[in-house]
């Protein structure tokens, strides 16, 4: 719901450092799996407890996500580039909640398989629509130049990672945060099939 606005206040800074790290011989793959490198570390922070640390490698990899897609726009834009890039967002999205599992199974167990099962419905919904999208040569920057096709949402990227960085402040939340959270994505998968069934009729 928020990614649009904040695309057009981030955009214009990530484009100048993109621009310079392009200039600089930098490419985009390998910012985008340093990237993942600091999620996965920020989820195995999170599983040791080390709760409001991992909010350091957590911002780097988001900061890592916003870049790697400027570098592309930089130098050449490809379609591995962004195969990876939405991959390795899938593992980080997956990860977290893992890493809150994991340090706390019994408390956190339950909440923690529905989050990531509405994450799972959510991506499905996502990704299905970017299909079809593509397939009907639809093209939309509304949320950046992507390589897929984004739909809106209740909750898209910059609601997620808000979510996440609450959650490493108040850890011992998370397991109501998780079932509203949940929830919230499973209505967002709903308004996307409710769009798709509007947007590809049969």
Do not use: H
Request: glycine share 12%; with cysteine; charged share 15%.
């Amino acid at each position: 719901m928020l990614d649009a606005r904040m695309r057009k206040v981030i955009d214009p800074v990530l484009n100048r450092i993109g621009q310079g790290l392009a200039d600089a011989g930098i490419g985009a793959n390998a910012v985008t799996l340093i990237g993942l490198g600091f999620g996965v570390l920020a989820a195995v922070m999170i599983a040791m407890g080390l709760f409001a640390l991992a909010l350091i490698p957590l911002a780097f990899s988001r900061i890592a996500d916003g870049l790697d897609g400027a570098i592309a726009r930089a130098s050449r834009k490809t379609d591995f580039g962004g195969y990876l890039d939405i991959v390795c967002d899938f593992i980080f999205y997956g990860a977290v909640p893992m890493g809150f599992v994991w340090a706390d199974p019994a408390g956190n167990g339950a909440a923690g398989a529905f989050l990531l099962a509405s994450f799972y419905s959510n991506g499905a919904s996502f990704l299905g629509f970017a299909i079809l999208a593509e397939k009907r040569e639809m093209k939309t920057d509304a949320r950046g130049v992507k390589s897929l096709y984004y739909t809106g949402g209740i909750l898209e990227g910059t609601e997620t990672i808000a979510f996440f960085v609450l959650l490493c402040l108040l850890p011992a939340w998370f397991s109501p945060m998780a079932w509203v959270f949940g929830a919230l994505c499973f209505a967002t998968a709903a308004s996307r099939m409710v769009l798709a069934a509007r947007v590809f009729p049969d």
